[in-house]
């Protein structure tokens, strides 16, 4: 037999922010939670294109503004997450929006 490979660009890795939204602010007190197939607590964190914490927790607490990314050995790496430090900011859930939904904007400071 034979496996198919995942669609190009495809990624089994995935970074779940709380609270789920975008853009995530430091203030908000921001919990990063690397999740996906691979070793768990085997998780490798990646901060601003730098590898930061090896074999470190699959959740934490963000205390420093920047872009984050994770991988599990064996899963690959994660989109990337942005947590800004902004004085006022605009979100919109983190999720897939399309045409025609209602959607609640919050205006943060």
């Not at 190009?8 to 908000?28: H, I, M, Y």
């Not at 989109?79 to 205006?107: H, K, M, Y």
Request: charged share 20%.
């Amino acid at each position: 037999g034979w496996c198919p490979l995942p669609p190009a660009g495809a990624q089994s890795t995935q970074l779940l922010v709380e609270p789920p939204w975008t853009p995530a602010v430091l203030w908000d007190r921001v919990t990063l939670t690397c999740q996906g197939s691979g070793t768990p607590s085997a998780t490798n964190w990646y901060k601003d294109g730098q590898r930061w914490w090896q074999e470190g927790p699959d959740s934490f607490l963000v205390t420093e503004s920047g872009t984050y990314r994770c991988d599990r050995p064996g899963a690959g790496l994660s989109p990337a997450v942005s947590v800004l430090n902004d004085g006022l900011v605009l979100q919109v859930p983190r999720r897939a929006l399309v045409e025609g939904d209602t959607v609640t904007l919050r205006c943060r400071r």
